[in-house]
């Protein structure tokens, strides 16, 4: 494996690449942009690459392209990929800080925080500006990730199976109290809500598509800056102490971290369930690499996940369209099935 190192600014800028990495870093940018290119010409109106080219880059060949293209399916798309990515990144991040493969914000109770902050403002405060959602979204969910913390670390030590099983109990009564909400609200607010909490992309625009755009904006140079320590801890708690690193605040700050990188895509998007459990692993397996390069892969591959399914869900069975948040968990459970196996053999719990 072919190992690249830049040097720059006398050396206090150093970065180690492994070229088999940004190898596979391309290719996946290039399939994420041939899936936005499909998604753009799929659909009841189909449009040929010439005619989604001219819509694009210069004049749409009629009104009802322009409309089509920019109104529905791009902004769609791009909600889709920013929001793969966003799952994609927090699931990385739980399971370098607790070192546990299975951490995950839709199994962890981390979106379902999010989610029932997003739904008792639907169904109990309707009147509630929808822009305040992504607000409430970060505080349900970073409410639930310090009682999980709280609850799994009483025993001290590092973060082992006791997170991911603290993390489905919290999740469970959640998801009951959500349900309470749906059953007993405004049955139109109640609808409204379900079809948001299956992770459908089919309403979302341009609003969506700034906000996730500023969210990345803002958190990814936190998360390069943030990349240092997580290469530390994932060697455990006691070489990052040895090394100098404030291992408690480190996983407190990256903790919140991922729980804002996940209450931002679902405030958007509703709950895409193993999106962050997946994407990390799939990247791990392509390409053995650094934490920068893997969280990069892990970004990309979140986002060609929530993209495929979106595109499928939307054409596969047209005009009947399927949640992206189906698809992305019917990938997902066997996943989490064979790390459950894989975690069993170690004798982790």
Excluded at 113 to 137: C, E, K, T
Excluded at 215 to 227: E, F, G
């Amino acid at each position: 494996m072919t190992t690249i190192v830049l040097n720059r600014f006398d050396g206090r800028l150093s970065l180690r690449l492994q070229s088999r990495a940004l190898w596979l870093s391309a290719i996946l940018l290039g399939a994420l942009v041939a899936i936005t290119a499909t998604s753009l010409m799929s659909g009841s109106y189909p449009l040929s690459v010439s005619a989604v080219w001219e819509t694009l880059f210069a004049s749409a060949p009629s009104d009802m392209a322009e409309t089509v293209v920019w109104q529905f399916r791009f902004p769609r798309t791009l909600v889709a990929a920013l929001a793969g990515a966003l799952f994609g990144l927090s699931g990385a991040i739980l399971q370098n800080v607790t070192r546990n493969p299975l951490a995950d914000p839709s199994l962890v109770g981390v979106s379902q925080g999010a989610s029932l902050a997003v739904v008792a403002i639907i169904v109990v405060y309707p009147d509630v500006n929808p822009a305040l959602r992504p607000l409430f979204a970060f505080g349900g969910a970073l409410a639930v990730a310090a009682l999980i913390q709280s609850i799994a670390m009483q025993r001290g030590g590092e973060a082992t199976m006791r997170f991911i099983l603290t993390g489905i109990g919290v999740a469970a009564f959640i998801a009951a109290v959500t349900s309470a909400m749906l059953t007993y609200g405004n049955i139109d607010q109640a609808q409204s809500a379900l079809g948001w909490l299956a992770g459908s992309i089919h309403a979302v625009g341009w609003t969506e598509v700034w906000s996730l755009s500023l969210c990345l904006a803002i958190l990814v140079p936190v998360l390069i800056w943030a990349a240092r320590y997580m290469s530390v801890l994932r060697m455990g708690a006691e070489v990052a102490m040895g090394l100098g690193v404030p291992v408690r605040f480190a996983r407190i700050g990256l903790i919140t971290l991922s729980v804002a990188l996940a209450a931002f895509a679902v405030a958007a998007v509703g709950p895409l369930g193993f999106v962050g459990l997946v994407a990390p692993h799939l990247a791990r397996r392509i390409a053995q690499a650094g934490v920068g390069q893997h969280l990069v892969l892990t970004a990309l591959t979140g986002a060609v996940m929530v993209a495929s399914a979106d595109i499928i869900g939307r054409t596969a069975f047209a005009p009947i369209q399927i949640p992206a948040g189906i698809l992305t968990a019917i990938l997902g459970v066997p996943v989490f099935l064979f790390l459950i196996i894989k975690q069993n053999h170690n004798r982790q719990l």
